[in-house]
């Protein structure tokens, strides 16, 4: 069970530096963009305060897309993994009552 802690923990952690790293990423691609020119600020409105739907969608509309998937995958790891969590947690609690 401890084990099973740690690399739940470790996977978390990664996706969370994932996510972070992604953001920024977005961002600095969002600003630097020459060609966006009126939509520009919408899209750092969009990313900064719409996090990570907004950067997702960015790099999914700007052909980003391997960025995109990257960042999907990342986002959505974390909640997954903190359901898996709760289900171990909760089902090794109930086998303990149990036995």
């Known amino acids: 069970m401890i084990i099973l ?16 790293v992604m953001w920024v990423i977005s961002l600095i691609k969002a600003i630097t963009r020459e060609d966006l ?42 909640p997954i993994l903190l359901a898996i969590y709760a289900i171990i947690t909760f089902t090794s609690a109930e086998l303990m009552m149990a036995g």
């Open 5 to 20: 802690n740690v690399l739940l923990g470790l996977t978390a952690f990664v996706a969370i530096i994932v996510n972070m």
């Open 37 to 78: 020119k009126n939509s520009k600020v919408l899209w750092i409105l969009l990313i900064i305060f719409v996090a990570p739907i907004g950067s997702i969608v960015f790099f999914f509309m700007e052909g980003y897309k391997k960025y995109a998937w990257i960042y999907l995958v990342a986002a959505l790891s974390f």
